[in-house]
């Protein structure tokens, strides 16, 4: 009996940790957790760098500090986080308490500290969280905040931290959790004041008056909106007033506009700031609010030193009176105003700011202010300067990019790159990887901002990399790793001898060679999968200018040979040999039926750019290939072997009457249609390589001409059945089959087209349509490649 109890307890404590385990994933990380910080989900953390940001207020002027913990790139998220405050170097135990949680977050409490750490309630998708937290009573000190983020059950980081920072408790015993209507102070409005600010152009829309206050941060009113999970936050600040309110309008004018204020009312002894919706009434400047809330909630409201403050939460999609706004497909100008004064059951005149945006957008549409990066001053002025992708100096917004500055005999590299793991500057005789003397910065700790330099040795003719065992020939003067972007200073000795190699920087000119990656090998830096290129031509270091990447025609020329030559031609030759026999029977070209003729144009033409666009690639490399680009080599090299020899034996094809004409058949099909789906193959692994700097929606492009082809081919088998049901003979749609074996002549009926020739056609014409302007987009993409810059700087433009 004593047996079973102990069997039943250790039964239901296991029942209970899988429920706690299973309430983690769902509804938060359990108490028991906030420690080691690591879900129980019977999974390893990831090793590689996250994509996910925690970040403070970047001016703590109280005992209070927002904390936000983000996904920056556009398709990244998070379902579930942990995140607590600790000291650097101490314990594990969390400090402080978290105030402001939003509706899909609670607190924890962490080794009996209240509310010291937070987690979701919820796992729906989340881009972005915000949170106050307050330092413990009489903490004088730095803390960090550190997080854990998971993106699905089986994927989550640990130890994801920010930047210290100095924060100083309340001394009065009094930092307690506190409640936000109206009893804010002044410093904790100053405070929100920054946070607003904080943000904005960067992760943040914001809307300030007057003009241009928002760069000075001394707005008489603002608005500042962002995405937040599937709805949107608005953050609304003005001085000197009753009321603020943003509306939402086709134009930048008042009139026929969806608006939602904030209003500080006093009632007797009630004095409250509360949330409406409201309509702007066209052609009548007057606004009448609507009973109707749904769709909008005051998360939290301040009235303060005659200054309202107040932040909402709108559903993506809401209606005020008739009118639908959907946030995330409209566009819409976005209105603010500001008033001393209200009326009974509405807002008065907008006497202390009324301001539109300057664009008409999607909200969600986070249109960055570029920020001066110090690492760009001076670049062909006192240091010379080199980046990837090309003209990246320019805009100063490189993927990677290196320095380089001379005083005397010392050398200094700065390097930086942003996602990365290493970022690393070759020295090299040519502009080929082997051979070269490299300089590596590498993140080697995640969770740390700990940043190395090693030197080391590109083997020549292995295409591999090794540190060397002397590393005094180079001095790290600073670095850092924020936000995922690496960054150091080195000095490196002018004259050096690696692997019996010299390198005289003073007296010889050299190529510079940039790489950067994403993951790190045992004592070695890993594949560079983010950037990797070289100069355009050798030049002395101690020459102050900005440098030009290396020619990439021959590569873009290999790109768009391909693709005008597989994705173009051969789809178009295809479809022509397998389903246009039995059409446009009377008419032919140089005594060849017309199908032939077009057939055989075609496939020349694939044949032509195939084998000149692998004499590219070869001429470009001069090389086998390693790391990832081995995939894309290997079926590159099988696709321009079959197209090889594939006329060769169409050359050679036996009589019709052969007894081996059908064999012949067989292996035409099949080694063409084999081409061309090794072809495409190839083209869908050319978009995840650095070297080519092909957008990964590029993709999508490719999956929707898969799926027209196929669509193709079934409609055209269909119109292939159809025609030999209602016509008198059979109709040839395989090209493995001739369409006569024998050498009796041909009827009457053979002379016509089969039926539905019409209707054969306008699909040839739709087909021909489609493959032409994918083709020209896709070699678009290639030829402008790394076109996401270029479409931003268009953006930008407008």
Not at 301 to 314: F, L, R
Not at 535 to 562: C, D, P, Q, Y
Request: proline content about 3%; charged content about 20%.
């Amino acid at each position: 009996m004593v047996a079973f109890n102990r069997f039943s307890a250790t039964t239901a404590l296991a029942v209970l940790c899988f429920l706690q385990a299973t309430h983690g994933y769902e509804s938060g990380a359990p108490e028991l957790t906030c420690r080691t910080m690591i879900p129980g989900h019977g999974e390893a953390a990831q090793t590689s760098v996250p994509n996910y940001r925690i970040a403070t207020s970047e001016n703590v002027t109280s005992s209070r500090t927002r904390v936000t913990l983000t996904a920056p790139k556009v398709n990244d998220y998070f379902i579930g986080f942990l995140i607590e405050a600790r000291v650097p170097g101490s314990n594990e135990d969390a400090v402080g308490s978290f105030v402001q949680v939003p509706q899909d977050s609670l607190t924890l409490d962490c080794n009996q500290v209240p509310s010291s750490g937070v987690t979701h309630s919820s796992n729906t998708k989340k881009k972005s969280v915000e949170f106050d937290w307050e330092a413990p009573d009489n903490f004088n000190g730095q803390v960090h905040f550190v997080a854990t983020v998971i993106k699905d059950y089986a994927t989550f980081w640990v130890g994801i931290n920010s930047n210290p920072i100095q924060v100083k408790g309340s001394k009065d015993g009094s930092s307690a959790i506190r409640q936000t209507e109206t009893s804010r102070t002044d410093n904790g409005l100053k405070e929100t004041e920054v946070n607003i600010y904080n943000g904005c152009g960067k992760n943040k829309n914001c809307v300030g008056a007057p003009l241009g206050c928002i760069q000075t941060m001394n707005c008489r009113a603002i608005v500042a909106l962002m995405p937040w999970n599937d709805k949107y936050n608005f953050e609304m600040l003005a001085h000197d007033s009753q009321y603020v309110a943003f509306g939402l309008s086709d134009d930048n004018k008042m009139g026929g506009d969806g608006v939602v204020e904030c209003a500080h009312e006093v009632n007797g002894r009630s004095n409250s700031v509360n949330a409406y919706k409201s309509w702007n009434v066209p052609n009548r400047k007057q606004n009448q609010r609507v009973e109707d809330l749904s769709g909008v909630s005051l998360e939290s409201a301040a009235y303060v030193d005659n200054a309202i403050y107040c932040k909402v939460v709108v559903d993506s999609v809401f209606k005020v009176e008739d009118n639908v706004y959907n946030l995330d497909d409209d566009d819409y100008f976005v209105l603010l105003a500001a008033g001393s004064s209200l009326k009974p059951f509405s807002v008065d005149y907008h006497d202390v700011a009324f301001i539109s945006s300057t664009d008409k957008r999607k909200l969600g549409q986070l249109k960055a202010a570029r920020v001066a990066d110090p690492f760009y001053d001076d670049c062909g002025q006192t240091k010379t300067c080199f980046g990837s992708p090309d003209g990246c100096l320019e805009a100063q917004d490189c993927v990677a990019v290196t320095a380089v500055k001379v005083e005397g005999t010392r050398y200094m590299f700065e390097m930086k790159a942003r996602n990365a793991a290493y970022v690393a500057v070759g020295i090299s005789e040519d502009q080929k990887m082997g051979g070269d003397s490299v300089v590596e910065c590498v993140h080697e700790n995640v969770g740390t901002n700990l940043v190395k330099a090693y030197t080391s040795w590109n083997v020549p003719n292995q295409k591999s990399n090794k540190r060397l065992s002397n590393q005094n020939g180079i001095i790290l003067l600073n670095s850092s790793f924020i936000d995922g972007t690496i960054y150091c200073n080195v000095v490196r000795d002018a004259v050096a001898r690696v692997e019996g190699t010299n390198f005289d920087l003073i007296r010889n000119k050299y190529y510079l060679l940039i790489a950067a990656g994403t993951s790190l090998k045992e004592r070695s830096v890993g594949y560079h999968d983010l950037a990797f290129t070289s100069t355009a031509e050798a030049s002395s270091l101690s020459e102050i200018k900005s440098l030009r990447t290396s020619s990439k025609l021959l590569l873009r020329l290999h790109g768009s040979f391909m693709i005008v030559a597989w994705i173009g031609a051969a789809s178009i030759g295809i479809v022509i040999a397998r389903y246009y026999r039995q059409t446009w029977v009377g008419a032919s070209c140089c005594s060849k039926d017309l199908w032939f003729g077009w057939h055989r144009l075609l496939m020349m033409f694939t044949w032509v750019l195939s084998l000149a666009g692998s004499a590219c690639i070869f001429v470009e490399l001069g090389e086998w290939v390693t790391g990832p680009s081995q995939t894309h080599a290997l079926l590159g090299v099988v696709t321009t072997v079959l197209a090889f020899f594939q006329p060769i034996f169409a050359a050679f094809r036996p009589h019709p009457d052969s007894s081996k004409r059908p064999i012949f058949n067989w292996i035409h099909w099949l080694v063409g249609n084999a081409a061309h789906i090794f072809s495409i193959l190839t083209i869908f692994f050319a978009v995840t390589l650095s070297k080519a700097e092909l957008p990964s929606w590029m993709d999508w492009i490719l999956a929707a001409y898969v799926g027209f082809y196929v669509v193709i081919h079934l409609i055209l088998s269909i119109s292939g059945c159809m025609s030999e049901k209602s016509g008198s003979m059979r109709i040839n749609t395989f090209p493995m089959k001739d369409l006569h074996n024998g050498r009796s002549p041909m009827s009457y009926e053979q002379h016509k087209d089969a039926p539905h020739a019409g209707f054969r056609k306008f699909w040839l014409f739709i087909h021909v349509l489609f493959i032409v302007i994918i083709t020209a987009v896709l070699v678009l993409i290639v030829v402008f490649a790394p076109i996401e810059s270029k479409l931003n700087s268009i953006r930008g433009e407008y």
